[in-house]
Each structure stands twice: as C-alpha cells, then as structure tokens.
C-alpha cells in the first residue's frame, strides 16, 4: 500500500488549493481517511477524517475553510482548503484511518505554503 499526497504548493493568503491522495494497492471504498499536517518545528497534527460512509470530522475551527471529500470512483482523497492562512504552511498527509496494520503507513507529503 501506497499513500501519495499531491496539489500542494505557494499560494498568497486567502487563496485556496485542492490536495488530492490516491492510495494505490488497496481497495479505497473500504478506508477511512484522514488529512494531517505538519507545519515546522510541530508535531504532525490531524485536519479531518471521513468515513468509508462519508461521515466527516473536522479539527477545531478548519471546518469554516477546509472540505474533505471523497471519491470512490476514482479512488481518490481530496482535501479543498479555502482562506488559506500563513499558519497553515505545512506538509500535508494522507493517511488510512482504519486497519491498524496499516495506520502505520505515512506516504509522502506535499508541501502547502501560505505566503506573500
């Protein structure tokens, strides 16, 4: 199982971006999926989760500005981030929430930065 996150890049503030995760080597209809982020000297933190149903979940406020949806028929995570911030400069993650043998996977990121 491969986990590759991709769209990100520089954007001014208030712009957006739509990061995309299509894990190859499972079935994506049976995952549930989350977005992390890790900004500079942090820790990795969870953005949002949904559910293999589509039930969503959204950390602190980042529900105002960011979406998380799926598409199982193109086997892809997407990740719509609106208003961008300067403190939401990180790396971005996809990663599978369920199956505990593979919640140990952490693909490659990419890389969003918010700046002027």
């Known amino acids: 199982v491969q986990l590759q996150a991709s769209g990100g890049g520089l954007v001014q503030p208030g712009g957006s971006l739509r990061l995309a995760c299509a894990p190859s080597?499972?079935?994506?209809?049976?995952?549930?999926m989350g977005w992390y982020r890790q900004a500079p000297g942090k820790e990795r933190e969870l953005v949002a989760v949904?559910?293999?149903?589509?039930?969503?979940t959204y950390v602190g406020s980042l529900k105002t500005r960011f979406t998380i949806s799926r598409d199982n028929a193109k086997n892809t995570l997407y990740l719509q981030m609106n208003s961008l911030k300067p403190e939401d400069t990180a790396i971005y993650y996809c990663?599978?929430?369920?199956?505990?043998?593979?919640?140990?996977?952490w693909g490659e990121g990419t890389q969003v930065t918010v700046s002027s």
């Open positions: 990663h599978i929430e369920n199956f505990p043998n593979l919640r140990r996977i």
């Open positions: 949904i559910l293999k149903g589509g039930d969503t």
């Open positions: 080597g499972i079935i994506f209809s049976i995952l549930d």
